[in-house]
C-alpha cells in the first residue's frame, strides 16, 4: 500500500480540517494484441518535474490502479514478460482528475521499446462529473479587475458571479462584496479546497476564506454536477485549487501592476480626482533543496516553492464636514434662524438676534475656531469638503515543499 503522509502548516485563525492533498488517479487495463488481458504486468508512472515514481501490478482482470498522485506530467510504463517494453508519454493529470488508460503490449522482448505520444486532451471516463479545468496561464493572463481569481468561475457553464470592482486585498474573509451561485442554487454554498484542505470561510458568509493571488496557482478545477460523495460538505458547487510546486530547474518569476490617479478618469460629479496609489507586486520562486556531491545530487527527492504577494493602498476619500462661517468667526449666528440663536449660559436665554458679544469671547476659544479651514462648499449635509488619504497595506507568503521519501512514502 502506498503511504502519503501530507503536513500543512497554516499560520492563521482559519478553521480548517486536513484532506489529501492529492487526490488524482491513473487506472486502466492493459491488453495484448488480440484484446486479451495481461496479468501481472508491472506499471509505472513518473512524475516528468519531479520525478516522483510509483508502481502497481495488474490484477488477473489486466485491471490497475495508481491513485495519491500528485498533478503535473507524467510518463506511463507497462512492462511484462513476453512483451515489449510499452511507453506512454507526457500525460497530463490536472487536478482532481481520474484518468482511465488502456494500454496495448505488442509481443517482443523487453529490452524492445514502444513508445507512444499521449493525446493532447485526455478525455475522463471513469466519472461523470461536470465542470472546468482553468490554467494557472489562464489565471494570470486573462484580466481581472483586483487580480481576484473566483472571477474566473464565471468562464463554467451555469455559474453566475457577482464582484465588487475594489482593489482585491486581502482580507481575512476571501473576497468581499462577491458572490456566486451553480445551476440556480443559493449563493455562497461552494465547496472551496486549497491544496485538499477546506478553505470556505464557514463563519462570514461561506465564501473563500484564503484568497491566493493568481501567480500561485497551478490550477483549479470547478465541480458543478455529478462529484463525488467526498465533496458532500456543501449544497453548490465544488472549486479544487492547487498550488504550483518546485520542480527539479529552478523557476520564478517577479511583477507589478499599478494603478494612480493620473490615468484615473474623474467622476462625474466630483470636483477635483482625489488620490490613488494601488501597487501591487509580489514574486515567486520554486525549484529543488540539494547539497552538491552530499544530498539530493539528482534533484529529484526534496523541493520548495515560495511566493510573496504586497498589495499597497493609499486612496483618497472625499469627507464633508461642518465649520464655522466668516461670520460665525465673528459671533454672528443670525444666519441660523431664531429657533437656533446660541444660548447666553449666564441667563439661559438666546443671545439677542443670535449675536455673542465679543467681549464674551473666550481667548482658547478663540485661537481654536481659528484653527478651522473656512468654508468651500454650498449646500446641504456641510459646508466644507476635502480629501483624506486612507492607507492600506497587505501582505500574503506561501511556501510549500514536497520530499519525495522513496517511490512509496511523500512528505
Known sequence: MIRVCTITLIVSAAMLYGQSTTNQQISGQVQDPTGSVVPNTTVTVVNIEQNLTRSAPT???????????????????????????????????????????????EVGNLIDTVTVQAE??????????VGRLISGEQATQIQLNGRNFPQLLALVPGVST?????????????????????????????SWNLDGVD?????????????????????????????????????GAVVNLALKSGSKAFHGIAYEYFRNDDIQARAFNALTKPELRYNNFGWNVGGPIFIPKLFNRQREKLFFFAGGDYRRLRQGAVNTWTVPTAAQRTGD?????ASKYPIDPSTGAPFPGGIIPSSRFSPN???????????????????????????????????????NISSRNQL
Open 162 to 190: 457577482t464582484y465588487s470592482s475594489g482593489f482585491g486585498l486581502f482580507g481575512g474573509y476571501g473576497v468581499t462584496n462577491s458572490s456566486q451561485s451553480a445551476n440556480g442554487g443559493r449563493t455562497d454554498t461552494f
Open 199 to 235: 478553505n470556505k470561510d464557514n463563519g462570514g458568509g461561506g465564501n473563500n476564506f484564503v484568497n491566493i493571488n493568481p501567480d500561485a496557482i497551478a490550477e483549479f478545477k470547478m465541480l458543478t454536477t455529478n462529484y463525488s460523495a467526498e465533496y458532500g460538505n456543501s449544497s
Open 365 to 403: 476659544s478663540v485661537r481654536l475656531v481659528d484653527n478651522y479651514p473656512l468654508p468651500n462648499f454650498t449646500g446641504s449635509g456641510g459646508n466644507y469638503v476635502f480629501t483624506t488619504v486612507q492607507p492600506l497595506n497587505t501582505l500574503q507568503q506561501i511556501y510549500k515543499g514536497d520530499y
Open 59 to 105: 490484477n488477473e482482470s489486466g485491471n490497475f490502479v495508481i491513485a495519491n498522485l500528485p498533478i503535473g506530467t507524467y510518463n506511463i510504463t507497462a512492462e511484462a514478460q513476453g512483451f515489449k517494453k510499452t511507453v506512454l508519454t507526457n500525460v497530463e493529470l490536472t487536478v482532481d482528475s481520474k484518468l482511465a488508460i488502456n494500454l496495448k503490449l
Open 333 to 337: 449666528f443670525s444666519a441660523l434662524g
Open 120 to 129: 493532447a486532451a485526455q478525455v475522463e471516463t471513469a466519472n461523470g462529473e
